[in-house]
């Protein structure tokens, strides 16, 4: 079974460019949630996407948003890009139902690393 | 909103040595803890979890415990293995979300 696929893996974008990042789940996992990790900080959560809804979102400014299409891939788009955007994005899927969030295992990708210039 | 702190954020063992890594939680609605642990390059992967219902959990040369009381829960890794070198996340379940610690970095020297 494939696991999490995440592209590209690595870009280099300059400060007020936009960027989209992609996230293809594993087969049957419905539940998409992103996360962006910092030295330092740890996972900060960004969003969570079930069946093409946003089930819940992080603290992030309005520059982050994401979607999620029918077959579940979700894609991830931060514009205005600031320097300290910089960070390796982690996309997780879950083998939740559709009654809540949900606790369960997350299944990450290997991330996609950001560097704003 | 949820607070968890983990400790250390490095942490140098001999190989053979027994590792024990600490995190703390602010919310006590939290009812599920996950550790994670993340080789170089690579995403966090699952390693081991406990539910609130439970104190201790084991699987081979890991294990985790579980106090609900004073809202802490710790990862042991004992005979460890060069290749228990990584950065391990800990993490807390709360408000249909996952919280996490910053994470340990262990190295294991041979």
């Known amino acids: 079974k494939a696991g999490v696929t995440q592209t590209p893996r690595y870009l280099i974008k300059t400060r007020g460019q936009q960027v989209t990042l992609s996230c293809s789940p594993i087969?049957?996992?419905?539940?998409v949630s992103w996360y962006q990790q910092t030295p330092g900080q740890g996972l900060q959560f960004l969003f969570e996407y079930f069946s093409e809804t946003q089930r819940n979102k992080g603290n992030f400014p309005g520059r982050f948003s994401g979607r999620q299409f029918s077959n579940s891939r979700s894609e991830m788009n931060v514009s205005t890009l600031e320097l300290g955007d910089s960070a390796l994005y982690l996309c997780?899927?879950?083998?939740?139902?559709?009654?809540?969030?949900?606790?369960?295992?997350?299944?990450f990708g290997e991330g996609s690393r950001l560097t704003v210039l | 909103g949820e607070n968890v702190e983990q400790h250390p954020s490095t942490l140098s063992v001999q190989e053979g040595d027994s590792a024990v890594i600490k995190c703390t939680y602010s919310?006590?609605?939290?009812?599920?803890f996950p550790w994670y642990k993340q080789e170089l390059g690579k995403g966090p992967q699952l390693i081991i979890d406990?539910?609130?219902?439970?104190g201790e959990k084991k699987d081979q040369r890991i294990a985790v415990t579980l106090n609900k009381t004073a809202k802490h829960f710790s990862l042991h890794i004992t005979e460890t293995q060069p290749e228990d070198s990584a950065v391990y996340f800990c993490a807390s379940f709360t408000g249909n979300q996952f919280y996490f610690g910053t994470g340990t970095s262990l190295t294991v020297i041979p």
């Open positions: 919310d006590s609605a939290s009812n599920y």
């Open positions: 997780a899927s879950s083998l939740v139902t559709s009654g809540g969030a949900g606790a369960g295992e997350l299944f």
């Open positions: 406990i539910r609130s219902n439970v």
């Open positions: 087969s049957g996992h419905r539940s």
